[in-house]
């Protein structure tokens, strides 16, 4: 039986919170084999790319099924080894979802193409698939797929369209390491893929990222800007010469090592948060106006971000949704649930691409190889609804949370969308 709260006081008006201080448990969980890892790689002899970062590599690829990895020092950094590696060039059009997180796309003008987006699917907030098709033009070379907030795009369609076109497929994996379509991990669909092992991420190293791939052209491209151009593996003799346009994206010891001690613990991370997930959803099933997070047929989310949306019409509030969104993220701030907004803004409508400014003088859009594209907003209508009416949360599903920081972040929830009236007085 799940309590009606309605009519107790909110936390935001000095009510009593529904999420204790200190309930909620920090991620990620250090244990003794991640100090044990980091002090060794301390006391070795190699700081910049060292014998961790070539195991983080060979664990990595054998824990997602790649032939190929290479650690880097972001995931932008891997994005952007990707399109290099699917010979995306001067004025190429990259196909991107609106809404994502922006290197998604600004990956794409740092090897001068031109991101063109496509809108979302309401429901699964990942690219609408059916929608990729009309935005295909001669000059597309590739899609970047970003299985967001941990839910995998329907990779098979992506496949059959991109073969269709003849265009290469990225996946950014970013959010979603673990996460399945049809039984088969993110990562292992595209020409190759991009992991993020930030501080949020599902696997944290602190800073750093992978590139995958199962094709050893791929590879080699990628490689081919990863340090300085000088096309070698740190562990070959260097010979100081630069053979193409390269940037500096290597991995450091530490960080690896760091990573390494998390990946032994991964999966029991993911099942736990798949759990947390699961009782969640139980729990708030049943609160009036909310948008639960789903997982469609043939999909198995990781729950990176659990999402959720209000149904701002029901609440007669489809004119202010932002506003009044923020009253309840505060409210819900107040009763100690540890959410926020991540993204109030779909790519297209921020400001580098409403100006068309990368680098100055209107580059990369205004190369000569460039094609006009279109940013306006209109375009982009459930990306739109999506920044106007939702709110996510990650450490309250993470290890070492359970059952009961779930139950008392889905009261803290359920309160204050029982309690809505009460929002009326907060500024
Ligand atoms: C979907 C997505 N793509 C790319 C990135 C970039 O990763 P990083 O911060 O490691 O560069 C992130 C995370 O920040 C992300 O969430």
Not at 179 to 207: H, I, M, P
Request: proline residues 5%; contains cysteine.
């Amino acid at each position: 039986m799940t309590a009606v709260l309605t009519g107790e006081k909110l936390a935001i008006h000095g009510g009593k919170k529904a999420v204790p201080d200190g309930l909620i448990r920090k991620w990620p969980p250090i244990d003794d084999l991640d100090r044990k890892m980091v002090l060794a790689s301390l006391e070795g002899a190699t700081h910049s790319f060292g014998p961790n970062c070539e195991k983080f590599q060979e664990e990595f690829a054998a824990w997602n099924g790649n032939r190929y990895a290479v650690t880097t020092n972001s995931g932008t950094a891997a994005l952007h080894m990707a399109l290099v590696a699917c010979d995306c060039g001067a004025g190429d059009e990259v196909i991107v979802p609106a809404y994502t997180w922006s290197s998604s796309a600004t990956c794409v003008m740092q090897h001068n193409c031109i991101p063109v987006f496509v809108d979302i699917d309401f429901d699964t907030m990942n690219i609408a698939v059916e929608k990729i098709e009309a935005a295909v033009t001669p000059k597309t070379r590739a899609i970047i797929v970003v299985h967001l907030h941990g839910l995998a795009v329907a990779m098979d369609k992506v496949l059959e369209l991109a073969k269709r076109h003849n265009l290469k497929v990225i996946e950014d994996c970013c959010q979603a390491h673990g996460a399945k379509y049809r039984d088969r991990k993110v990562g292992t669909w595209g020409d190759c893929a991009a992991f993020s092992f930030n501080q949020n991420k599902c696997l944290c190293s602190g800073e750093g990222g992978m590139f995958v791939t199962d094709r050893e052209e791929m590879l080699q491209k990628a490689r081919s800007l990863w340090s300085f151009g000088e096309t070698r593996t740190p562990s070959e003799k260097r010979d100081y010469h630069v053979y193409a346009m390269g940037w500096m994206y290597r991995n450091n010891d530490l960080t690896a090592a760091f990573g390494r001690a998390q990946l032994t613990r991964l999966d029991s991370y993911l099942r736990i948060q798949r759990e947390n997930a699961r009782l969640l959803t139980e729990c708030l099933a049943d609160v009036p106006d909310l948008i639960l997070p789903r997982e469609p047929e043939g999909h198995e989310h990781n729950w990176y971000n659990y999402t959720l949306r209000f149904a701002m019409d029901r609440l007669g509030h489809a004119q202010d949704a932002p506003a009044f969104r923020d009253k309840i993220v505060r409210a819900l701030q107040a009763e100690g649930v540890q959410t926020g907004v991540w993204q109030a803004f779909m790519l297209p409508a921020m400001t580098v691409f409403q100006a068309k400014n990368g680098y100055g003088q209107g580059c990369p859009w205004s190369c000569p190889h460039a094609r006009p594209v279109d940013y306006s907003v209109e375009q982009f209508p459930a990306a739109q609804r999506h920044c106007e009416t939702h709110t996510g949360m990650t450490t309250p599903l993470r290890a070492p949370n359970g059952p009961e920081a779930v139950r008392a972040t889905a009261a803290g929830i359920r309160k204050v969308l029982e309690n809505l009236d009460q929002l009326e007085a907060v500024k």
